[in-house]
Nanobody, 126 residues
Framework: QVQLVESGGGLAQAGGSLRLSCAAS????????MGWFRQRPGKEREFVAS????????DYADSVKGRFTVSRDNAKNTVYLQMNSLNAEDTAVYYC???????????????????WGQGTQVTVSS
């Protein structure tokens, strides 16, 4: 069992930055691949970024590529999402998720993740 708690959301201006953190507790964080998803108002939950257990492989949705960076610190049981050049379309609730696997590729669909955080709201004002 893994518990995930996101933090770092809030209000940002267009063009600004935020860094989200996801702290994990429970079993063997380094045995889990991690993902970030978001859910915009009236939309389904969508893939944002993923990172393999070692941190050596990352993947991004086209909409955030070049603006967002995912990273992890296994010693701190934490995964991060650095978000730059924010725009109004990035307004959403952001979730981190974990899957107990070290396999490549890391999943992009919510159904393949076992553990979820409660989400953190990001609002970008234009």
């Amino acid at each position: 069992q893994v518990q995930l708690v996101e933090s770092g959301g809030g209000l940002a201006q267009a063009g600004g930055s935020l860094r989200l953190s996801c702290a994990a507790s429970g079993r063997a964080f380094s045995s889990h691949n991690m993902g970030w998803f978001r859910q915009r108002p009236g939309k389904e939950r969508e893939f944002v970024a993923s990172i393999i257990w070692s941190g050596g492989v990352t993947d991004y949705a086209d909409s955030v590529k070049g603006r967002f960076t995912v990273s992890r610190d296994n010693a701190k049981n934490t995964v991060y999402l650095q978000m730059n050049s924010l725009n109004a379309e990035d307004t959403a609730v952001y979730y981190c998720a974990a899957v107990p696997s070290r396999q490549f590729p890391v999943p992009k669909t919510p159904e393949e993740y076992r553990y979820w955080g409660q989400g953190t709201q990001v609002t970008v004002s234009s």
